[in-house]
């Protein structure tokens, strides 16, 4: 009763004319307090499993350029390098990667067991890892489409060393082939290429889940005779003369090979605006990039950090993976990848995969307009 006899014996001293203004003041800070509140509540950071590469590096300059906090969310890009397993949140200073050109190289079978084990709430797998995670029942939802290559300029070829010269299928016959280290989408690629040429796979020597750096290393040093390679590794090999394209990924359509991202489905359920928010980012950078010159999406930022920051490029007639707006997640391109991974033995029988995709948050994000 006390502190209440303090508090009524100093308003009665306050003017009558100022209590308008005393309750104003009052109104706003506690509208602040309430504010502060919610903020403080909102989910945060959202934690995404990541791999970066072409088909995901468009993500990563949403996610260095400050447009997810422009829709006020907070994000980090989980993440752990070559032959560490230790994870860490990717930093934005992207010179970072030009000191370990090996960061950022979880597989996708890896993103999605952190994303699994809610050590994080979302990842960015491949569609075979997407896939082969659905097979095995990981309560997930694919939102959106993230990067993946074109049709008629493919960023993925089948490549020999210089002084292997194959004229014809049969030539091909005997050598020792390689993947790289990745979901079994790059093992299957090349598989479904030796099938494409009439090529049984006793009549060569396969080599799977071979480091990026050690792929490379094992073509200019003679111990691989070629394999199926992403267009960034195979430009040094062929501009110095170590290798030459033989056939870019045209045997099967080029567009199955792309990257998603994906969220927990309790996740997506309890926390709907989060998510939107993040899908809207994206889709804002995409259309930022999509408006930009030719000259400016094809600014070179240097051999290491090409990666992450080039936009576009073109090597014989090929092409890094592009993003498309719409980013919608299509069933039938993964149902073409689910036959492909059936065919080889990744996957014991087909399912349906539609429970595993909702495309709802981009197509609201598409009729509001704002993005």
Known sequence: MEYRKKIFSVLRKIPLKYYGLISITLLVIGSGILWFSYKKNEYSPVKIAYFLGGRTSLLYRTYINNYFEEENISVELITHSLRDT????????????????????????????????????????????FIVGAHQGIPMVAVAELGHDLKDKSGHPIIFRTGVNIEKPDDIKGKILISRRAGPGDSVFLKEFLRSEGIKEDEVTIKEQVDDNHQEMQIANGKADGGYFHLVQIENLVNNGQAYIYRPLNWVN??????????????????????????????????????????????????????????????????????????????????????????????????????????????????????
Not at 94 to 121: F, H, Q, S, V, W
């Open 86 to 129: 230790n994870y860490y949140v990717l930093s934005k200073d992207y010179n970072a990667i030009k000191k370990n050109p090996m960061i950022a190289k979880a597989t996708g079978i890896e993103l999605l067991e952190e994303m699994k084990n809610k050590r994080t709430d979302g990842s960015t797998p491949g569609e075979s890892s």
């Open 254 to 371: 080029p567009e199955i090979s792309q990257a998603l991202l994906v969220f927990r489905k309790d996740f997506v359920r309890e926390h709907p605006k989060e998510v939107k928010r993040i899908v809207r980012a994206y889709m804002k950078r995409i259309q930022y990039e999509h408006s930009l010159s030719k000259e400016e999406r094809e600014k070179d930022y240097g051999k290491s950090l090409n990666v992450p920051l080039q936009m576009e490029k073109e090597f014989y007639g090929m092409s890094i993976p592009q993003y498309d707006m719409l980013p919608t997640v299509s069933l039938d391109l993964l149902n073409e990848m689910q036959e492909l991974l059936f065919r080889h033995g990744e996957i014991d029988k087909k399912i349906d995969l539609s429970p595993f995709i909702d495309n709802s948050f981009v197509e609201e994000i598409y009729r509001e307009g704002n993005y």
